[in-house]
């Protein structure tokens, strides 16, 4: 019997008798190697604190925070946490409504009456801000992300990006992810209590939480122990480059520095009442907009639902930024991610916990059996052909560790991951865009042409596969 042979059968063996097998290692030490596996395969950037019920479980960190003078990310190491500081906007938001400050009832010119646009100052509610469905429009255009920013120094200096633009939809009628809603949250803290957003959230939320690595910066700022961000600009055979020519100061809508410590004292804090009451807490949770899929948005974090079990918190994602502070409520555990790159690392650790910590017995047996078939897919040459007809695949863990293949400069085992995710899920018109996409950044138009007429075919009226074939045929 030959070794694919062998492999095939033990493969099916593994994918029945998984309930059966020999009584597994804990989850913390099943993640404390994974996180080392991660880290042997190289290009690993990322700070990880997990806790449960009070305890610190992981804390460490992995890769560099400097690559110019080759400083290692530490455990004090500072990282640009993106819209997670949008946590720290409403928690001031709802702070300064429980002492009678302001009435998350009232409207943007109730606070703001010079503010020039007349549609968002009359007709856009407080909480409308919070939970995203005030009709605002984004204003990360390309000529904002790729202009200079060391004239946005204060909130007011970002208003010109969008005070004249019209409203994308009536407020309140749907959810519509908006940074200058938060702006203006910043903006309406510093009317009512007549400080700047940043000394506010410094006197009243960072220190109440001892939250002494915390602050927002402004880029000329020295900042300590800090991880720089970095991109790959076009290909992953292109070299790292800093993200300081993109990033952005902190501000109410994002861009504080923290560490991964500090954000779960943010948690505790938050979660026990040191910064604002119980019930100002139930308000964050209980109020706000659907979203797609088992998620909310309530005022200021996001609410997911896996399988009967809650994860509270919010993300952050940036050029050069990943990170995430999630809460699961009812298993007591608190994860924090920070990364300095923007590849896939702190999704594929994101991922993995919320598997092990939230998914049935099912979907964990196809979440390792599809982590034991892409070792085995690559040590072997296993044909896509030769994998049993019984298993399903995960989909989010085939196309994580396809792109993570991708932007570690791997592009040749990058594709042929797409291709197998393609063969597992022939309907779905995201695996056809993947992997056009993916032939792209080899410069084969041709393949990526060909793979998005297949997903035509399958979705003939989905928008981004017609308009990608449109710019590809120009």
Not at 360 to 372: F, R
Not at 449 to 454: A, D, M, V
């Given at each position: 019997m030959n070794f694919k042979n062998i492999f095939l059968l033990t493969f099916f063996l593994f994918i029945n008798t998984f309930n059966y097998a020999q009584e597994p290692a804990t989850f913390v030490e099943e993640l404390h190697d994974y996180l080392h596996e991660l880290e042997e395969q190289g290009d690993f950037n990322l700070n990880i604190l997990l806790a449960k019920d009070g305890t610190v479980l992981i804390e460490e960190a992995f890769g560099i925070a400097n690559r110019n003078d080759?400083?290692?990310?530490?455990?004090?190491?500072?990282?640009?946490?993106?819209?997670?500081?949008?946590?720290?906007?409403?928690?001031?938001?709802?702070?300064?409504?429980?002492?009678?400050?302001?009435?998350?009832?009232?409207?943007?010119?109730?606070?703001?009456?010079?503010?020039?646009?007349?549609?968002?100052?009359?007709?856009?509610?407080?909480?409308?801000?919070?939970?995203?469905t005030s009709g605002l429009n984004v204003f990360f255009s390309p000529e904002f992300v790729t202009g200079?920013?060391?004239?946005?120094?204060?909130?007011d200096d970002y208003l010109p990006l969008f005070e004249n633009l019209k409203l994308e939809f009536p407020p309140g009628s749907q959810f519509s992810y908006s940074n200058p809603g938060y702006i203006i949250l910043g903006l309406i803290v510093e009317a009512v209590t007549g400080s700047t957003y940043a000394d506010y959230v410094r006197k009243h939320i960072f220190?109440?939480?001892?939250?002494?690595?915390?602050?927002?910066?402004?880029?000329?700022?020295?900042?300590?122990?800090?991880?720089?961000g970095y991109v790959r600009p076009q290909s992953p055979e292109d070299p790292w480059r800093s993200n300081a020519h993109i990033n952005m100061a902190g501000t109410s809508a994002g861009g504080a520095y923290s560490t991964v410590g500090d954000l779960y004292k943010f948690s505790d804090a938050l979660y026990n009442g040191k910064l604002m009451s119980q019930l100002g807490f139930y308000q964050m949770l209980i109020q706000g907009s659907d979203r797609p899929g088992n998620e909310q948005y309530g005022y200021g974090l996001s609410i997911e639902k896996i399988n009967g079990h809650y994860i509270l918190g919010h993300t952050g994602g940036f050029y050069g930024v990943r990170?995430?502070?999630?809460?699961?409520?009812?298993?007591?555990?608190?994860?924090?991610?920070?990364?300095?790159?923007?590849?896939?690392d702190y999704i594929d650790v994101s991922y993995f916990v919320k598997t092990m910590l939230t998914a049935?017995?099912?979907?964990?047996?196809?979440?390792?059996?599809?982590?034991?078939l892409i070792k085995q897919f690559y040590e072997l040459g296993l044909d896509k052909t030769e994998i049993p007809k019984s298993f399903e695949a995960d989909p989010v863990l085939l196309e994580i560790k396809a792109y993570h293949f991708l932007n570690q400069g791997a592009v040749s085992k990058g594709i042929e991951l797409l291709q197998l995710s393609a063969y597992c899920f022939p309907e779905d018109p995201a695996s056809y865009i993947n992997l056009a996409n993916a032939y792209l950044k080899t410069g084969n138009k041709t393949s990526?042409?060909?793979?998005?007429?297949?997903?035509?075919?399958?979705?003939?009226d989905n928008a981004e596969i017609i308009n990608q074939l449109e710019g590809l045929k120009e």
């Open positions: 080759n400083i290692p990310n530490q455990l004090d190491t500072r990282f640009n946490i993106a819209s997670i500081g949008k946590l720290f906007t409403a928690t001031a938001i709802i702070k300064l409504q429980e002492e009678g400050q302001l009435d998350l009832n009232n409207l943007v010119g109730d606070y703001l009456p010079d503010f020039p646009n007349k549609a968002i100052r009359d007709s856009i509610y407080i909480y409308q801000l919070l939970c995203h200079a920013k060391y004239q946005y120094r204060q909130l220190r109440p939480a001892n939250m002494q690595s915390t602050d927002n910066y402004l880029l000329n700022d020295i900042i300590p122990n800090a991880a720089i990170g995430e502070l999630l809460i699961y409520e009812d298993l007591g555990y608190t994860l924090v991610l920070l990364a300095n790159t923007d590849q896939t049935t017995e099912a979907e964990k047996i196809n979440y390792q059996g599809t982590q034991k990526a042409i060909l793979e998005l007429e297949k997903g035509l075919l399958i979705a003939p």
